[in-house]
């Protein structure tokens, strides 16, 4: 019941911003419509953080409690999560291009994001090479611990390394109209909705699927 | 304290066994001589590029010769479940990460004991700064490497691929420790002034406390029978 | 000497082990039967403090053996049909790396102690890796009656041994036994298990299915028993 009304509104929202982006908000003076690549950029990195973030967060949980509701959680905000960083990594560029003439720099956002993706390619790989569903659990936790640790060291490092050579790129100097700004909030909201509702999906069927290897087992020993 | 009387017995342990065969430190030199050799074949070794990419090469060798010896490290627990008696024995898991740790931290000192030296041979780099701080920061970065390494070479050990898993899952959480170990050797060599290096100290330092104490309270998950 | 309350252990949503139950007597010499995968093995671990079960309680010499483990891990030992040794060091150093870890006084002497008692005195200073897995056997139960543990697990101790190897266990084992010593030993081997033991106890599917004196038994009648028993449990 949640789940669908979850669905609604994130199709809903996902729709309106759609429609913001693409018909509503007025195009960047300079870039034209290429800038409007912008609002899904941000709001996928959002997604990111947040979906590790999670991931952090269901490692302790399940270390905790040992409950596998939160390995369910942290496995699927951690496909989720590289998913968005995918787009992130993959609309970077494309902006980059006209934005500053290049496809990639290293500057320290997207150094940092190519970083997260490979933690967290890493953590998925964990998964995929240890069979037993406990130990599974188990070693993810610990990594999604680990690796969000290493997050902010990761960004203090890579700034540093960047601003001993001069400064190429400073987005900040952005300038937006107020259409834009609101745009921009309405599509991280969308995205966040949406996050939220592949979250419950994929926990949803992981439990299906874990009550059916329950009920088989329970067969078995009967 | 009986905490680190264990510690040393299991380092004590690792050392006699590796002084018996001498087969981590052996392959771990001859892979990094080659890393070197296959540099000078990359880079042209007279160029001036050498020169700016050299604490890079250093770092590099250090890091992929490093990896031979983490990978080595716990399969020698596994052959007859030692990690087993290890753990009937052990105090404490932490001591089981701690000894381990400081194993594969001297393992790799004395390999890059060896290697720097025939790097600036080969080279023929001569360095302006104090070799004094460029120890500290060898020791530093060695250090940092081994305390994460030993952690997740704990737990590829147990997976079914662990020698592709671990440089996988390593490589991108040694990051930090990989820019700020380049950067200090590079600011090092070239003789600059403190406040050029002492930012890059800093992050190797809280790199290695960080790595040392999170890696040492979650062991006892990792190594769970 | 051990009590162990309601021990039930789940990995994932496999419960090995339901609720087990079981008081062992200081001097008591315990067989466990069961066909693979019944949780014996699962069980023994839990015991000796290698595992921690998912709830229950577990009590060695009155002492929480959950949350001080490290006080009473010195009165276990633990023999199974890995040896736990380490290949590349002498007998002699295998020993004195676990003396060191338990932390026993005058080591070099007791070493020489249970390296006579296994019969193992003349190989001290050979690699394990030349043993025969007989002698690599005979210096695994070395290794684990070196730091005086008051309980024994042994986990299928026989596997893989020859028949004069498993006449030395049996001999070491008796010795033990006499010098009150509590053990507590998985076998598949009905007579071995017979020979020794006060108490058999039968698991099957995660759960003490039998538990009776060994007193009276032949390997015939236990055998007969045990089909039983497991025939019981399929139906």
Known sequence: MVRKVLGWITFVMVLTATYLVFLWVPNEKVMGPVQKIF????????????AFFVV?????????????????????SAEIGVMFTTIVLITGPIWARSAWNAWWTWDPRLTTTLVLWFIYVAYLLIRSSVHEQEKKSRFSAVFGIVGFIDVPIVWF??????????????????????????????????FTFLYFYLLSNSVFVERMRSELSELKEALLNR | ????????????????????????VSSMLIFSFLVTVVFSFAFEPDSDTIKQVFPGIIWAAFIFTGILGLNRSFINEKGNDCIMGLMSAAVDKGVIFLGKMTGNFIFMTVMEAITLPVLFVLFDYRMKGSPILLIIVVVLGTLGFAAIG?????????????????????FPLITPLLIAAVKATAVILAGGEFAEWSNWLTILLAYDIIFTVIPWFLVDYVLEV | MLKAENITKKIGNTTILHGIDLNIAGGEFITVFGPNGAGKSTLLKILSMLMK??????????????????????????????????????????????GRMYGIDNLRDRVTEVLS????????????????????????????????????????????????????????????????????????????????????????KGRLAFTEKAKGFTPDKLKKVYMEVLGGAVS
């Open chain 1, 56 to 76: 952090f967060i269901a490692g302790i949980a399940y270390l905790v409690t040992r409950n596998s509701f939160w390995d369910s959680v942290g496995a699927a």
């Open chain 3, 117 to 204: 008692e296994v019969g193992l005195e003349l190989a001290f200073n050979d690699p394990v890796r030349i043993f025969s897995r007989g002698m690599q056997q005979r210096l695994a139960i070395a290794r684990a009656i070196l730091h005086r543990p008051e309980i024994l697990f042994l986990d299928e101790p026989y596997t893989g041994l020859d028949q004069q190897a498993v006449e030395i266990l049996n001999s070491v084992l008796a010795r033990l036994s006499i010098k009150d010593r509590t053990v507590f030993m998985i076998t598949h081997n009905f007579e071995q298990g017979l020979d020794l033991s006060d108490r058999i106890l039968i698991i099957n």
């Open chain 2, 1 to 24: 304290m009986r905490y680190f009387a264990q510690v040393r017995a299991l380092l004590w342990k690792d050392l006699v066994s590796e002084l018996r065969t001498k087969e981590m």
């Open chain 1, 157 to 190: 490092s890579i700034r540093w390394w960047r601003t001993i050579h001069p400064v190429v790129v400073d987005s900040s100097g952005l300038a937006m109209s107020s259409k834009m700004s609101f745009t921009l909030i309405f599509s991280v909201a969308a």
């Open chain 1, 39 to 50: 609002y899904f950029h941000v709001a996928s990195a959002w997604i990111g953080f947040l």
């Open chain 3, 53 to 98: 079960p998912s709830s229950g309680n577990l009590t060695i010499n009155g002492v929480n053996a959950l949350k001080d483990t490290a006080r009473v891990r010195g009165s276990v030992g633990v023999i199974s049909h890995r040896t736990f040794l380490y290949d590349n060091l002498t007998a002699e150093e295998n020993l004195e790396f676990y």
């Open chain 2, 150 to 170: 030993t952690f997740l070479s704990a737990l590829s050990v147990n997976t079914s691929n662990s020698e592709v898993l671990l440089p996988i899952i390593l």
